[in-house]
Protein backbone atom coordinates (compact mmCIF):
# COMPACT_ATOMS: atom_id res chain seq x y z
CA UNK A 1 0.00 0.00 0.00
CA UNK A 2 2.88 2.71 1.22
CA UNK A 3 4.66 1.84 -1.76
CA UNK A 4 1.55 2.25 -4.20
CA UNK A 5 1.19 5.80 -2.65
CA UNK A 6 4.18 6.57 -3.15
CA UNK A 7 4.31 5.58 -6.79
CA UNK A 8 0.69 7.82 -7.23
CA UNK A 9 2.76 10.78 -5.54
CA UNK A 10 5.82 10.72 -7.68
CA UNK A 11 3.43 10.47 -11.08
CA UNK A 12 1.97 13.38 -9.97
CA UNK A 13 5.20 14.86 -8.89
CA UNK A 14 6.73 14.61 -12.71
CA UNK A 15 3.65 15.79 -14.25
CA UNK A 16 3.70 18.53 -12.44
CA UNK A 17 7.23 18.96 -12.91
CA UNK A 18 6.31 19.01 -16.40
CA UNK A 19 3.90 21.50 -16.83
CA UNK A 20 6.60 23.65 -15.65
CA UNK A 21 9.10 22.76 -17.74
CA UNK A 22 6.28 23.95 -20.90
CA UNK A 23 5.90 27.11 -18.55
CA UNK A 24 9.20 28.17 -18.82
CA UNK A 25 10.18 27.68 -22.50
CA UNK A 26 6.93 28.94 -24.11
CA UNK A 27 6.82 32.53 -23.12
CA UNK A 28 10.66 32.58 -24.63
CA UNK A 29 9.95 30.95 -27.87
CA UNK A 30 6.45 33.09 -28.51
CA UNK A 31 7.46 36.21 -27.70
CA UNK A 32 6.02 38.16 -30.46
CA UNK A 33 2.59 37.41 -28.86
CA UNK A 34 3.20 38.34 -25.40
CA UNK A 35 -0.01 39.91 -24.47
CA UNK A 36 -1.50 36.40 -25.67
CA UNK A 37 1.69 34.52 -23.73
CA UNK A 38 1.12 36.94 -20.81
CA UNK A 39 -2.06 35.61 -20.74
CA UNK A 40 -1.25 32.03 -21.52
CA UNK A 41 1.47 32.68 -18.48
CA UNK A 42 -1.66 33.55 -16.49
CA UNK A 43 -3.68 30.70 -17.61
CA UNK A 44 -0.47 28.21 -17.09
CA UNK A 45 -0.22 29.87 -13.47
CA UNK A 46 -3.40 29.22 -12.66
CA UNK A 47 -3.21 25.45 -14.01
CA UNK A 48 0.01 24.78 -12.13
CA UNK A 49 -2.12 26.09 -9.12
CA UNK A 50 -4.85 23.57 -9.94
CA UNK A 51 -2.15 20.88 -10.54
CA UNK A 52 -0.55 21.67 -6.95
CA UNK A 53 -4.77 21.74 -5.49
CA UNK A 54 -4.86 18.54 -7.85
CA UNK A 55 -2.11 16.80 -6.88
CA UNK A 56 -3.44 17.41 -3.16
CA UNK A 57 -6.59 16.42 -3.27
CA UNK A 58 -5.99 13.29 -5.01
CA UNK A 59 -3.21 12.45 -2.50
CA UNK A 60 -5.86 13.30 -0.12
CA UNK A 61 -7.99 10.61 -1.96
CA UNK A 62 -5.51 8.35 -2.43
CA UNK A 63 -4.91 8.42 1.25
CA UNK A 64 -8.39 8.16 1.93
CA UNK A 65 -8.69 4.90 -0.16
CA UNK A 66 -5.72 3.83 1.44
CA UNK A 67 -7.55 4.10 5.06
CA UNK A 68 -10.53 2.32 3.48
CA UNK A 69 -8.90 -0.34 1.88
CA UNK A 70 -6.31 -0.73 4.79
CA UNK A 71 -8.61 -0.29 7.75
CA UNK A 72 -10.97 -4.21 7.63
CA UNK A 73 -7.56 -5.61 7.49
CA UNK A 74 -6.01 -3.70 10.33
CA UNK A 75 -8.93 -4.29 12.25
CA UNK A 76 -8.85 -7.92 11.60
CA UNK A 77 -5.58 -7.82 12.10
CA UNK A 78 -5.87 -6.04 15.21
CA UNK A 79 -8.24 -8.43 16.79
CA UNK A 80 -5.78 -10.90 15.53
CA UNK A 81 -3.29 -9.84 17.66
CA UNK A 82 -5.41 -9.05 20.57
CA UNK A 83 -6.72 -12.74 20.14
CA UNK A 84 -2.69 -13.93 19.94
CA UNK A 85 -1.97 -11.87 22.81
CA UNK A 86 -4.53 -14.52 24.66
CA UNK A 87 -3.47 -17.22 23.03
CA UNK A 88 -6.41 -18.25 21.01
CA UNK A 89 -4.53 -20.45 18.88
CA UNK A 90 -6.92 -22.89 18.33
CA UNK A 91 -5.10 -25.60 16.69
CA UNK A 92 -2.79 -25.85 19.74
CA UNK A 93 -5.19 -25.23 22.42
CA UNK A 94 -8.28 -27.52 23.41
CA UNK A 95 -10.73 -25.00 23.40
CA UNK A 96 -13.19 -27.43 24.88
CA UNK A 97 -11.21 -28.78 27.52
CA UNK A 98 -11.59 -26.07 30.56
CA UNK A 99 -14.14 -24.48 32.79
CA UNK A 100 -16.62 -22.37 33.39
CA UNK A 101 -15.61 -18.95 35.16
CA UNK A 102 -18.36 -16.22 36.43
CA UNK A 103 -18.21 -13.35 34.22
CA UNK A 104 -20.41 -10.40 35.08
CA UNK A 105 -20.08 -8.89 31.79
CA UNK A 106 -22.57 -11.53 30.53
CA UNK A 107 -25.04 -11.87 29.51
CA UNK A 108 -24.55 -11.11 25.87
CA UNK A 109 -28.08 -9.83 25.44
CA UNK A 110 -31.40 -9.87 26.47
CA UNK A 111 -33.68 -12.41 25.02
CA UNK A 112 -37.17 -9.67 26.26
CA UNK A 113 -35.41 -6.85 23.32
CA UNK A 114 -34.36 -10.20 20.93
CA UNK A 115 -37.60 -10.35 18.37
CA UNK A 116 -35.69 -14.06 17.84
CA UNK A 117 -35.71 -15.79 21.12
CA UNK A 118 -38.81 -18.34 20.79
CA UNK A 119 -40.99 -18.04 23.86
CA UNK A 120 -40.02 -21.45 25.18
CA UNK A 121 -36.32 -20.82 25.95
CA UNK A 122 -36.94 -17.49 27.52
CA UNK A 123 -36.43 -18.43 30.64
CA UNK A 124 -36.57 -15.30 32.46
CA UNK A 125 -39.48 -13.90 30.38
CA UNK A 126 -41.34 -17.40 31.57
CA UNK A 127 -40.59 -15.93 35.35
CA UNK A 128 -37.66 -17.43 36.11
CA UNK A 129 -35.64 -15.69 39.20
CA UNK A 130 -32.27 -16.97 40.06
CA UNK A 131 -30.00 -15.08 37.55
CA UNK A 132 -26.49 -16.79 38.08
CA UNK A 133 -27.12 -19.24 35.54
CA UNK A 134 -26.96 -16.09 32.79
CA UNK A 135 -23.42 -15.05 34.02
CA UNK A 136 -20.94 -18.04 33.11
CA UNK A 137 -17.94 -17.92 30.49
CA UNK A 138 -16.44 -20.80 29.15
CA UNK A 139 -12.59 -20.60 29.91
CA UNK A 140 -10.49 -23.17 27.84
CA UNK A 141 -7.57 -24.60 30.00
CA UNK A 142 -4.71 -22.92 27.35
CA UNK A 143 -6.17 -20.19 26.03
CA UNK A 144 -8.88 -17.76 26.20
CA UNK A 145 -11.83 -17.19 23.64
CA UNK A 146 -12.05 -13.78 22.67
CA UNK A 147 -15.20 -11.54 23.08
CA UNK A 148 -16.92 -11.62 20.19
CA UNK A 149 -16.61 -8.20 18.25
CA UNK A 150 -19.75 -7.86 17.39
CA UNK A 151 -19.40 -4.75 14.84
CA UNK A 152 -16.35 -6.51 13.10
CA UNK A 153 -18.24 -9.84 12.46
CA UNK A 154 -21.09 -7.89 10.65
CA UNK A 155 -18.81 -6.64 8.68
CA UNK A 156 -17.25 -10.35 8.25
CA UNK A 157 -20.37 -11.63 6.91
CA UNK A 158 -21.18 -9.19 4.52
CA UNK A 159 -22.91 -11.14 1.61
CA UNK A 160 -22.39 -14.33 3.05
CA UNK A 161 -24.91 -17.04 4.08
CA UNK A 162 -24.53 -18.71 7.35
CA UNK A 163 -26.68 -21.52 7.42
CA UNK A 164 -27.68 -24.68 10.37
CA UNK A 165 -29.13 -27.73 9.61
CA UNK A 166 -30.59 -30.38 11.93
CA UNK A 167 -32.83 -30.36 15.47
CA UNK A 168 -34.14 -28.37 17.99
CA UNK A 169 -31.00 -28.14 19.10
CA UNK A 170 -29.68 -26.08 15.42
CA UNK A 171 -32.72 -23.82 16.25
CA UNK A 172 -31.70 -22.58 19.19
CA UNK A 173 -28.32 -21.74 18.24
CA UNK A 174 -29.35 -20.10 15.54
CA UNK A 175 -31.81 -17.55 17.23
CA UNK A 176 -28.99 -17.32 19.73
CA UNK A 177 -26.64 -15.82 16.52
CA UNK A 178 -29.07 -14.07 15.62
CA UNK A 179 -29.69 -12.07 18.86
CA UNK A 180 -25.55 -11.79 19.55
CA UNK A 181 -25.53 -9.83 16.43
CA UNK A 182 -28.24 -7.86 16.79
CA UNK A 183 -26.96 -6.00 19.40
CA UNK A 184 -24.62 -4.64 16.73
CA UNK A 185 -27.78 -3.52 14.64
CA UNK A 186 -29.25 -0.05 15.11
CA UNK A 187 -32.57 -0.56 13.17
CA UNK A 188 -33.90 -3.87 14.68
CA UNK A 189 -36.59 -3.19 11.81
CA UNK A 190 -33.58 -4.15 9.29
CA UNK A 191 -33.54 -7.75 10.61
CA UNK A 192 -36.18 -9.71 9.56
CA UNK A 193 -37.15 -13.68 8.42
CA UNK A 194 -37.39 -13.43 5.04
CA UNK A 195 -40.89 -15.38 4.30
CA UNK A 196 -42.79 -12.96 7.42
CA UNK A 197 -42.26 -16.69 8.94
CA UNK A 198 -42.52 -17.00 12.84
CA UNK A 199 -40.66 -19.56 14.70
CA UNK A 200 -42.71 -22.50 15.43
CA UNK A 201 -40.94 -25.97 16.48
CA UNK A 202 -41.74 -27.87 12.90
CA UNK A 203 -41.02 -25.32 10.39
CA UNK A 204 -38.39 -26.54 8.03
CA UNK A 205 -36.76 -23.03 7.10
CA UNK A 206 -36.47 -20.11 8.78
CA UNK A 207 -34.12 -17.42 7.39
CA UNK A 208 -33.31 -14.25 8.57
CA UNK A 209 -31.91 -11.59 6.93
CA UNK A 210 -29.36 -9.00 8.28
CA UNK A 211 -30.29 -5.92 5.04
CA UNK A 212 -28.14 -3.58 6.30
CA UNK A 213 -24.94 -5.95 6.06
CA UNK A 214 -26.74 -8.29 2.97
CA UNK A 215 -26.29 -11.45 4.96
CA UNK A 216 -28.95 -14.72 6.12
CA UNK A 217 -28.79 -16.69 9.04
CA UNK A 218 -30.59 -19.49 7.83
CA UNK A 219 -32.21 -22.45 10.33
CA UNK A 220 -33.41 -26.02 8.00
CA UNK A 221 -35.14 -28.40 10.46
CA UNK A 222 -33.73 -32.08 9.67
CA UNK A 223 -33.61 -33.89 12.73
CA UNK A 224 -31.97 -36.76 11.47
CA UNK A 225 -30.17 -35.50 8.46
CA UNK A 226 -31.35 -38.48 6.27
CA UNK A 227 -34.38 -38.99 4.55
CA UNK A 228 -37.72 -40.35 5.73
CA UNK A 229 -39.63 -42.16 3.94
CA UNK A 230 -42.66 -43.43 3.62
CA UNK A 231 -44.08 -47.12 4.57
CA UNK A 232 -42.49 -49.25 2.71
CA UNK A 233 -44.82 -52.49 0.52
CA UNK A 234 -44.54 -55.59 1.96
CA UNK A 235 -43.36 -54.86 5.65
CA UNK A 236 -44.27 -56.22 8.89
CA UNK A 237 -47.10 -54.30 9.81
CA UNK A 238 -45.23 -52.56 13.02
CA UNK A 239 -43.55 -50.39 10.55
CA UNK A 240 -45.46 -47.47 9.26
CA UNK A 241 -42.27 -45.38 8.09
CA UNK A 242 -38.45 -45.59 7.39
CA UNK A 243 -35.54 -43.48 7.98
CA UNK A 244 -33.34 -44.09 4.65
CA UNK A 245 -29.84 -44.13 6.11
CA UNK A 246 -28.07 -43.89 2.77
CA UNK A 247 -29.99 -40.90 1.46
CA UNK A 248 -29.72 -37.26 2.54
CA UNK A 249 -32.58 -35.27 3.29
CA UNK A 250 -34.07 -33.62 0.48
CA UNK A 251 -33.97 -30.23 1.44
CA UNK A 252 -30.28 -30.53 1.16
CA UNK A 253 -29.78 -29.15 -2.13
CA UNK A 254 -30.49 -25.59 -0.23
CA UNK A 255 -27.64 -26.29 2.16
CA UNK A 256 -24.72 -25.98 -0.65
CA UNK A 257 -24.15 -22.42 -1.02
CA UNK A 258 -23.45 -21.31 1.71
CA UNK A 259 -20.27 -19.91 3.86
CA UNK A 260 -20.82 -21.31 7.24
CA UNK A 261 -22.44 -24.55 7.41
CA UNK A 262 -23.37 -26.13 11.00
CA UNK A 263 -24.48 -29.52 11.78
CA UNK A 264 -26.26 -31.02 14.39
CA UNK A 265 -28.26 -34.04 15.11
CA UNK A 266 -28.48 -36.82 18.00
CA UNK A 267 -31.77 -35.64 20.04
CA UNK A 268 -34.36 -37.97 18.07
CA UNK A 269 -32.21 -41.20 17.51
CA UNK A 270 -33.95 -42.52 20.11
CA UNK A 271 -36.19 -45.27 20.54
CA UNK A 272 -39.22 -43.31 21.69
CA UNK A 273 -39.16 -41.40 18.65
CA UNK A 274 -38.24 -44.23 16.44
CA UNK A 275 -39.33 -48.00 16.99
CA UNK A 276 -41.84 -46.36 19.31
CA UNK A 277 -43.51 -44.82 16.44
CA UNK A 278 -42.90 -47.38 13.85
CA UNK A 279 -40.21 -46.02 12.47
CA UNK A 280 -37.50 -48.29 11.54
CA UNK A 281 -34.31 -47.93 8.91
CA UNK A 282 -33.66 -48.54 5.54
CA UNK A 283 -30.48 -49.11 2.95
CA UNK A 284 -31.25 -48.90 -0.33
CA UNK A 285 -34.13 -51.10 -0.81
CA UNK A 286 -33.73 -53.64 1.76
CA UNK A 287 -35.53 -52.78 5.87
CA UNK A 288 -33.03 -53.11 7.95
CA UNK A 289 -35.02 -54.19 11.42
CA UNK A 290 -32.75 -55.31 13.67
CA UNK A 291 -30.25 -52.59 13.13
CA UNK A 292 -28.79 -50.61 16.48
CA UNK A 293 -29.72 -47.40 17.00
CA UNK A 294 -25.77 -46.75 17.10
CA UNK A 295 -24.84 -48.31 14.00
CA UNK A 296 -27.81 -46.34 11.95
CA UNK A 297 -26.37 -43.06 13.35
CA UNK A 298 -23.13 -44.35 12.20
CA UNK A 299 -24.31 -45.08 8.50
CA UNK A 300 -26.69 -42.05 8.48
CA UNK A 301 -23.54 -39.80 9.05
CA UNK A 302 -21.56 -41.64 6.53
CA UNK A 303 -23.88 -40.66 3.77
CA UNK A 304 -23.81 -37.26 5.48
CA UNK A 305 -19.95 -37.06 5.05
CA UNK A 306 -20.01 -37.97 1.21
CA UNK A 307 -22.53 -35.24 0.89
CA UNK A 308 -20.14 -33.37 2.30
CA UNK A 309 -17.34 -34.42 -0.01
CA UNK A 310 -18.90 -34.22 -2.97
CA UNK A 311 -21.05 -31.42 -3.02
CA UNK A 312 -19.39 -28.95 -0.83
CA UNK A 313 -16.62 -26.61 -2.01
CA UNK A 314 -14.63 -26.16 1.70
CA UNK A 315 -13.07 -23.50 -0.31
CA UNK A 316 -15.37 -21.42 0.13
CA UNK A 317 -17.73 -23.20 3.17
CA UNK A 318 -16.87 -24.10 6.43
CA UNK A 319 -18.19 -26.68 7.98
CA UNK A 320 -18.96 -27.42 11.41
CA UNK A 321 -20.67 -30.43 13.41
CA UNK A 322 -21.50 -29.79 16.67
CA UNK A 323 -21.59 -32.60 19.03
CA UNK A 324 -24.13 -34.35 20.96
CA UNK A 325 -25.76 -31.96 23.64
CA UNK A 326 -26.10 -33.76 27.03
CA UNK A 327 -29.94 -33.24 29.03
CA UNK A 328 -29.95 -32.66 32.76
CA UNK A 329 -33.60 -35.42 33.40
CA UNK A 330 -33.64 -36.74 36.56
CA UNK A 331 -34.35 -40.73 35.64
CA UNK A 332 -35.59 -42.25 32.69
CA UNK A 333 -38.93 -41.31 32.78
CA UNK A 334 -38.08 -38.10 31.75
CA UNK A 335 -40.54 -36.02 33.67
CA UNK A 336 -38.12 -34.00 36.11
CA UNK A 337 -35.46 -32.47 35.51
CA UNK A 338 -31.81 -32.60 37.71
CA UNK A 339 -31.28 -28.90 37.84
CA UNK A 340 -29.16 -26.89 39.67
CA UNK A 341 -28.13 -23.20 40.54
CA UNK A 342 -24.70 -23.87 39.26
CA UNK A 343 -22.65 -25.58 36.90
CA UNK A 344 -21.36 -29.10 37.96
CA UNK A 345 -17.73 -29.43 38.93
CA UNK A 346 -17.72 -33.27 37.24
CA UNK A 347 -19.63 -33.88 33.95
CA UNK A 348 -20.66 -37.08 35.88
CA UNK A 349 -20.68 -39.53 32.92
CA UNK A 350 -22.60 -37.46 30.78
CA UNK A 351 -19.33 -35.73 28.96
CA UNK A 352 -18.69 -39.34 26.55
CA UNK A 353 -21.63 -39.96 24.16
CA UNK A 354 -21.88 -42.65 21.87
CA UNK A 355 -22.97 -40.06 19.05
CA UNK A 356 -20.41 -37.47 19.96
CA UNK A 357 -17.50 -40.26 19.49
CA UNK A 358 -19.10 -41.59 16.16
CA UNK A 359 -19.28 -37.45 14.96
CA UNK A 360 -15.43 -37.27 15.77
CA UNK A 361 -14.12 -40.90 14.28
CA UNK A 362 -16.52 -39.86 10.99
CA UNK A 363 -15.28 -35.81 10.69
CA UNK A 364 -11.40 -37.63 11.43
CA UNK A 365 -12.05 -39.89 8.42
CA UNK A 366 -12.89 -37.46 5.29
CA UNK A 367 -11.07 -36.29 3.01
CA UNK A 368 -12.00 -32.55 3.12
CA UNK A 369 -11.74 -30.14 6.48
CA UNK A 370 -14.94 -29.98 8.69
CA UNK A 371 -14.70 -28.36 11.95
CA UNK A 372 -16.59 -30.79 15.49
CA UNK A 373 -17.53 -28.67 17.78
CA UNK A 374 -17.10 -30.79 20.62
CA UNK A 375 -19.19 -29.37 22.66
CA UNK A 376 -20.49 -32.20 25.29
CA UNK A 377 -18.17 -32.68 27.92
CA UNK A 378 -18.23 -28.39 28.76
CA UNK A 379 -22.40 -28.48 27.95
CA UNK A 380 -22.51 -31.62 30.47
CA UNK A 381 -21.88 -29.20 33.52
CA UNK A 382 -23.96 -26.79 32.72
CA UNK A 383 -27.44 -28.70 34.72
CA UNK A 384 -28.14 -25.04 35.85
CA UNK A 385 -28.48 -23.75 32.27
CA UNK A 386 -31.66 -26.06 31.19
CA UNK A 387 -35.03 -24.46 30.43
CA UNK A 388 -36.34 -26.08 33.13
CA UNK A 389 -39.92 -25.53 34.72
CA UNK A 390 -39.69 -22.13 32.80
CA UNK A 391 -40.62 -23.04 29.11
CA UNK A 392 -43.72 -21.71 27.47
CA UNK A 393 -45.58 -24.80 29.02
CA UNK A 394 -45.23 -24.82 32.91
CA UNK A 395 -46.30 -28.30 33.48
CA UNK A 396 -44.14 -30.01 30.97
CA UNK A 397 -40.26 -29.19 32.32
CA UNK A 398 -38.05 -29.66 29.68
CA UNK A 399 -34.71 -30.49 30.91
CA UNK A 400 -33.17 -30.71 27.49
CA UNK A 401 -32.73 -27.30 25.42
CA UNK A 402 -31.56 -24.45 27.08
CA UNK A 403 -31.74 -20.83 28.17
CA UNK A 404 -31.68 -17.94 26.07
CA UNK A 405 -29.40 -16.20 26.96
CA UNK A 406 -27.29 -19.18 27.69
CA UNK A 407 -25.27 -22.14 26.93
CA UNK A 408 -26.09 -21.69 23.07
CA UNK A 409 -24.08 -18.56 23.19
CA UNK A 410 -21.31 -20.12 24.07
CA UNK A 411 -21.35 -22.69 21.50
CA UNK A 412 -21.58 -19.56 19.00
CA UNK A 413 -18.94 -17.93 20.67
CA UNK A 414 -16.64 -20.65 19.65
CA UNK A 415 -17.74 -21.22 15.89
CA UNK A 416 -17.05 -17.07 16.06
CA UNK A 417 -13.73 -17.78 17.20
CA UNK A 418 -12.92 -20.34 14.55
CA UNK A 419 -14.00 -17.83 12.03
CA UNK A 420 -11.61 -15.07 13.22
CA UNK A 421 -8.78 -16.64 13.50
CA UNK A 422 -9.72 -19.42 10.46
CA UNK A 423 -6.50 -19.30 8.04
CA UNK A 424 -8.66 -20.61 4.95
CA UNK A 425 -11.36 -18.49 4.91
CA UNK A 426 -11.55 -15.92 2.83
CA UNK A 427 -13.35 -13.14 5.16
C1 LIG B 1 0.69 -17.86 25.75
O1 LIG B 1 1.52 -18.78 25.11
C2 LIG B 1 2.88 -18.64 25.44
C3 LIG B 1 3.71 -19.60 24.63
O2 LIG B 1 2.91 -20.47 23.89
C4 LIG B 1 3.06 -18.87 26.94
O3 LIG B 1 4.41 -18.70 27.30
C5 LIG B 1 2.20 -17.89 27.71
O4 LIG B 1 2.27 -18.18 29.08
C6 LIG B 1 0.76 -17.99 27.25
N1 LIG B 1 -0.01 -16.94 27.89
C7 LIG B 1 -1.19 -17.15 28.46
C8 LIG B 1 -1.89 -15.95 28.99
O5 LIG B 1 -1.69 -18.26 28.54
C1 LIG C 1 -8.21 -31.82 29.72
O1 LIG C 1 -6.87 -31.59 30.08
C2 LIG C 1 -6.47 -32.35 31.22
C3 LIG C 1 -5.07 -31.91 31.59
O2 LIG C 1 -4.27 -31.75 30.47
C4 LIG C 1 -6.54 -33.82 30.86
O3 LIG C 1 -6.16 -34.59 31.99
C5 LIG C 1 -7.95 -34.16 30.44
O4 LIG C 1 -8.02 -35.50 30.02
C6 LIG C 1 -8.40 -33.27 29.33
N1 LIG C 1 -9.81 -33.51 29.08
C7 LIG C 1 -10.30 -33.62 27.85
C8 LIG C 1 -11.75 -33.83 27.75
O5 LIG C 1 -9.59 -33.53 26.86
C1 LIG D 1 -34.61 -6.75 29.18
O1 LIG D 1 -35.37 -5.80 28.49
C2 LIG D 1 -36.64 -5.57 29.06
C3 LIG D 1 -37.43 -4.70 28.11
O2 LIG D 1 -36.63 -3.69 27.57
C4 LIG D 1 -36.45 -4.96 30.43
O3 LIG D 1 -37.69 -4.72 31.03
C5 LIG D 1 -35.65 -5.92 31.29
O4 LIG D 1 -35.35 -5.36 32.53
C6 LIG D 1 -34.35 -6.32 30.61
N1 LIG D 1 -33.76 -7.42 31.34
C7 LIG D 1 -32.50 -7.43 31.73
C8 LIG D 1 -32.03 -8.64 32.46
O5 LIG D 1 -31.75 -6.51 31.51
C1 LIG E 1 -25.31 -9.13 -1.50
O1 LIG E 1 -24.63 -10.36 -1.46
C2 LIG E 1 -24.78 -11.14 -2.61
C3 LIG E 1 -24.17 -12.49 -2.36
O2 LIG E 1 -22.85 -12.39 -1.96
C4 LIG E 1 -24.14 -10.40 -3.79
O3 LIG E 1 -24.29 -11.17 -4.97
C5 LIG E 1 -24.83 -9.07 -3.95
O4 LIG E 1 -24.20 -8.34 -4.96
C6 LIG E 1 -24.80 -8.29 -2.65
N1 LIG E 1 -25.64 -7.11 -2.79
C7 LIG E 1 -25.24 -5.90 -2.43
C8 LIG E 1 -26.22 -4.82 -2.60
O5 LIG E 1 -24.12 -5.72 -1.98
C1 LIG F 1 -39.18 -34.00 0.87
O1 LIG F 1 -39.57 -34.88 1.90
C2 LIG F 1 -40.71 -34.45 2.63
C3 LIG F 1 -40.93 -35.45 3.74
O2 LIG F 1 -39.81 -35.48 4.56
C4 LIG F 1 -41.90 -34.38 1.70
O3 LIG F 1 -43.03 -33.91 2.40
C5 LIG F 1 -41.58 -33.43 0.56
O4 LIG F 1 -42.62 -33.44 -0.36
C6 LIG F 1 -40.30 -33.85 -0.13
N1 LIG F 1 -39.94 -32.83 -1.08
C7 LIG F 1 -39.48 -33.14 -2.27
C8 LIG F 1 -39.13 -31.98 -3.14
O5 LIG F 1 -39.32 -34.28 -2.65
C1 LIG G 1 -9.66 -25.25 -3.56
O1 LIG G 1 -8.41 -24.60 -3.45
C2 LIG G 1 -7.32 -25.44 -3.84
C3 LIG G 1 -6.03 -24.70 -3.51
O2 LIG G 1 -6.15 -23.34 -3.75
C4 LIG G 1 -7.45 -25.78 -5.31
O3 LIG G 1 -6.38 -26.62 -5.68
C5 LIG G 1 -8.76 -26.51 -5.52
O4 LIG G 1 -8.96 -26.79 -6.89
C6 LIG G 1 -9.92 -25.69 -5.01
N1 LIG G 1 -11.12 -26.51 -5.07
C7 LIG G 1 -12.26 -26.06 -5.56
C8 LIG G 1 -13.41 -27.01 -5.58
O5 LIG G 1 -12.38 -24.92 -5.96
C1 LIG H 1 -29.16 -35.34 40.60
O1 LIG H 1 -28.38 -34.39 41.30
C2 LIG H 1 -27.92 -34.84 42.53
C3 LIG H 1 -27.21 -33.71 43.23
O2 LIG H 1 -26.89 -32.68 42.36
C4 LIG H 1 -26.98 -36.05 42.33
O3 LIG H 1 -26.55 -36.54 43.56
C5 LIG H 1 -27.74 -37.14 41.57
O4 LIG H 1 -26.86 -38.21 41.26
C6 LIG H 1 -28.33 -36.58 40.30
N1 LIG H 1 -29.13 -37.58 39.63
C7 LIG H 1 -29.00 -37.89 38.35
C8 LIG H 1 -29.92 -38.92 37.82
O5 LIG H 1 -28.16 -37.37 37.65
C1 LIG I 1 -12.57 -44.64 8.36
O1 LIG I 1 -11.93 -45.10 7.17
C2 LIG I 1 -11.45 -46.40 7.25
C3 LIG I 1 -10.68 -46.69 5.98
O2 LIG I 1 -11.39 -46.24 4.86
C4 LIG I 1 -12.61 -47.36 7.47
O3 LIG I 1 -12.14 -48.66 7.59
C5 LIG I 1 -13.35 -46.95 8.73
O4 LIG I 1 -14.49 -47.77 8.92
C6 LIG I 1 -13.76 -45.53 8.67
N1 LIG I 1 -14.34 -45.13 9.93
C7 LIG I 1 -15.49 -44.48 10.02
C8 LIG I 1 -15.96 -44.13 11.37
O5 LIG I 1 -16.12 -44.15 9.04
C1 LIG J 1 -40.23 -27.64 38.90
O1 LIG J 1 -41.57 -27.90 39.23
C2 LIG J 1 -41.74 -29.16 39.89
C3 LIG J 1 -43.24 -29.38 40.07
O2 LIG J 1 -43.88 -28.22 40.47
C4 LIG J 1 -41.01 -29.14 41.23
O3 LIG J 1 -41.15 -30.38 41.87
C5 LIG J 1 -39.52 -28.88 40.95
O4 LIG J 1 -38.80 -28.76 42.13
C6 LIG J 1 -39.34 -27.63 40.13
N1 LIG J 1 -37.96 -27.56 39.74
C7 LIG J 1 -37.23 -26.49 39.89
C8 LIG J 1 -35.81 -26.60 39.45
O5 LIG J 1 -37.67 -25.47 40.36
Given at each position: ???S?KRVAS?K????IN?????V?????L?VLS??I???S??????H??????F???????IGC?????L???S?????Y????????????NI?NG????DD???L???T????????????????E?K???????K??D?????P?????L????G?R?????????R??W?S??CLLM????????V??VN???????I?F??????S?N?TVE???????????????H????V??T????????I??????SD????????W???????E??C???VR?????G?PI?AA????????????ER?I?????R?????F?PS?W????R?F??M?????S?????D????SD?I?E???N?T?PVT??H?T????L???A???N????????D????C???????????V???????Y???F
Open positions: MMKLLRSASRRALNTSPRGSPRSRWGVSRLFVLVVIGVISSLIAGYMFVPSLQAFYGGASKTNVSLSSCFSWVLSYPYNAECPFVEQGFNCLGNGRDDYLRWRWPMCVIPRDVQSIGMLRKVVFVGDSMSTQELITGVEDKKSYEGNKITKRRLGVRFSFFFFRSVFLVQPGGMPRAPKRKSLKLDKLDNSSHWVNVLIFNTGQWVPGKLFTGYFQNTLKLMSYRTALGTWASWVNNTNRTVFFRSEHSDQTRCNTQHPLEARGRRNLFTLVAKMVVLISMTARSDHVGWSDSPYTPCSHWLPGVPDVWNEILSYLLTGRLH
